[in-house]
């Protein structure tokens, strides 16, 4: 066992970590551990007593326990070139994971990675602390069509560190040539002596997943599967394939022929769900059987299915109650124990043991008037697009109340849904008797590729105006006060939001955009390209889908701007340039910026934030 302690958070998935190491047997710590303070990754070995760490960004192993580490690479060097983490992009958009280094199950093996960040421009922001002058942060950040970081693989003997081999990508491939620009995409192991990589071009609409054997002394590639689309490859990033029992075939999430996305059983090429509906992840797989969740009860609704290969049949892997329609299942090693988790809509559901009986939870809310959900469907074109709307207690038709849209609205994006939460909406319901309403329009996912591609190379135009269309729509029910609807939203939402504020729409009387996009020039090359691709490929897609070319239009509404000052994601650089324009444009608008803080607005700015937004919000509805 190993104990973490001064645990150091960095970007996102990113910390450092102290480690002890503890003999269970002996009840006592392994000393001297001769492990390092501030390891940026630490992983045990699948089989065995063999770990692997990466300190100051490059890779060592130890063999046991008790051996001193051995190191593996010695080129690591900080926003320069990283060994076994990935770089800020791959982080953030690619791996979702501070993980740069994988482990064979039999742990002879460790694949690792190496991110060269030499020609990636960098983005700096003041970090003003206590210090009488400030510094200076500075992180290398590609932006669309500007130099990525390049990504190399390597495999290590652990028996004998000196023998590393690279992976290489396979140009010999239709898809790929030694001039084409790539992404390192998944790393899975298959056994020790095969490795399944998963290459992904920059413009992320081709995709080889390559088998390589190990023959001794390379990794030779013997078998490929090549993935295209008119849009992007997966829903964010490709889904890792999961290989069955006997090694020779893998499941892949793929979109079919009617461009849902489901399982597919590659070596027999052979689609085993299928319908209007999309599985959302491969959970298990056995000799005879592959558990799955899915929306097939409901785009809103994630259950978890078993697909019996011996019998060519699908069952409901679980019988839940109607309160339960949000679910994932965590799987023991060999399928015969799950573990069911139950996220809503109204309860949590805890069976076979009582974990936490939400005792004190339920005390507490038992003496609160707890807002009702409503849910249905606003037709627009071919499309029937959900909706999601929090009333407030005893709420009565034939009253009108304000609105307040929640938007997020990003390429895939699903904010309608059946998980239980307790939020600002909860409170702006229940407490400010204000209905809080959500839609999911073009562009949102789960609900096959035609309508999450609508949006493809035209980010901030359809699901801008399918957001007004639906505040529209709410409106037009009669219990919506049409003097008083507003927006907000967060990240994307705040681009959305601001988009929508910016259209000269005349449905809103305010808005609050919370660390929002301006510029689509100006966030990460990963993201942005994948659904735009790069600015010389899409000029006008770019050019015209600016927050600050809408500025005069935000003379006839109510705005609120908020963003932290280190936020490391979506710059400040984006609101500073949405207020210049406002400036420029002489419009009246406040603003609210966190000294210090990044993307998400932790610690007491998070209270901050919403105790604002609240008093703003009020104010416009007075």
């Known amino acids: 066992l190993e104990d973490v302690f001064n645990s150091s958070l960095k970007p996102k998935h990113s910390f450092t970590a102290s480690y002890s190491l503890y003999d269970r047997e002996s009840e006592k710590f392994i000393t001297p551990a001769d492990i390092p303070d501030k390891v940026q990754y630490f992983a045990w070995a699948p089989e065995g007593n063999k770990l692997a760490f990466v300190w100051n960004n490059n890779v060592y192993i130890k063999t046991s326990p008790n051996s001193p580490p051995q190191q593996v690479t010695s080129s690591g060097e900080e926003n320069y070139l990283l060994n076994g983490i990935p770089d800020w992009v791959y982080e953030e958009e690619m791996f979702s994971s501070n993980q740069g280094l994988w482990w064979s199950p039999g742990g002879k093996y460790v694949a690792y990675a190496e991110f060269n960040e030499t020609g990636v421009h960098t983005i700096e922001y003041s970090w003003y602390g206590e210090n009488q002058y400030p510094s200076t942060v500075s992180i290398p950040y590609p932006k669309p069509g500007t130099p990525n970081p390049t990504v190399k693989l390597f495999v290590v003997d652990t028996d004998n560190t000196t023998k590393i081999t690279e992976v290489v990508v396979p140009f010999n491939c239709s898809l790929f040539s030694h001039l084409s620009e790539h992404y390192l995409a998944t790393v899975t192991w298959v056994t020790d002596e095969c490795l399944a990589v998963q290459w992904l071009k920059r413009v992320q609409n081709h995709l080889i997943l390559q088998l390589y054997n190990f023959t001794g002394s390379s990794w030779d590639p013997y078998e490929h599967l090549e993935v295209t689309s008119s849009g992007w490859i997966g829903r964010f990033s490709p889904p890792e394939p999961v290989f069955a029992a006997d090694k020779n075939s893998y499941y892949l999430l793929m979109s079919d022929i009617q461009q849902y996305k489901h399982i ?153 849904n059946s998980i239980y939460r307790v939020s600002w909406s909860t409170y702006l319901a229940s407490s400010e008797k204000i209905i809080v309403a959500s839609f999911d329009g073009r562009g949102s996912g789960y609900q096959g590729d035609k309508l999450m591609y609508e949006i493809y190379n035209s980010l901030g135009t359809k699901e801008v105006e399918d957001q007004i269309t639906a505040a529209r729509e709410f409106v037009k029910m009669g219990f919506i006060d049409k003097n008083r609807v507003a927006i907000w939203g967060w990240s994307y939402g705040g681009y959305v939001t601001s988009m929508v504020l910016g259209s000269g729409s005349g449905v809103f009387k305010c808005g609050m955009a919370v660390a929002p996009v301006s510029k689509w020039h100006y966030y990460d090359s990963i993201y942005t390209e994948r659904y735009m691709m790069e600015p010389s490929q899409n000029p006008e897609g770019y050019d015209n889908t600016t927050v600050t070319a809408r500025a005069k239009n935000f003379h006839s509404v109510k705005y609120l701007l908020i963003h932290g000052t280190a936020d490391d994601n979506v710059h400040f650089q984006q609101a500073a340039e949405i207020s210049e324009a406002l400036v420029e444009a002489q419009v009246d608008f406040e603003a609210m910026w966190y000294t210090d803080k990044d993307h998400g607005l932790s610690g007491a700015a998070n209270k901050h934030v919403y105790t604002h937004m609240t008093h703003f919000l009020l104010r416009c509805f007075a």
């Open 264 to 416: 597919h059983h590659v070596g027999k090429a052979t689609a085993i769900t299928s319908g209007r509906w999309e599985v959302i992840d491969i959970l298990k797989v056995t000799a005879d059987s592959v558990y799955f969740s899915s929306n097939e009860e409901g785009e809103c609704l994630f259950h978890c299915f078993t697909f019996k290969s011996l019998l060519n049949k699908m069952n409901k892997t679980c019988y839940l109650r109607k309160n339960c329609q949000y679910n994932s299942a965590y799987f023991s090693h060999n399928a015969a124990y799950y573990r069911m988790a139950c996220s809503g809509q109204f309860y949590f559901l805890f069976d076979k043991q009582v974990l936490e009986d939400n005792e004190e939870f339920a005390s507490m809310i038992s003496g609160i008037q707890m807002p009702t959900v409503r849910e249905g469907a606003i037709k627009l074109g071919e499309y029937n697009l959900p909706y999601q709307m929090f009333l407030p207690p005893g709420f009565d038709e034939s009253k009108k109340y304000p609105l307040l849209i929640d938007v997020y609205a990003g390429p895939c994006s699903q904010k309608v």
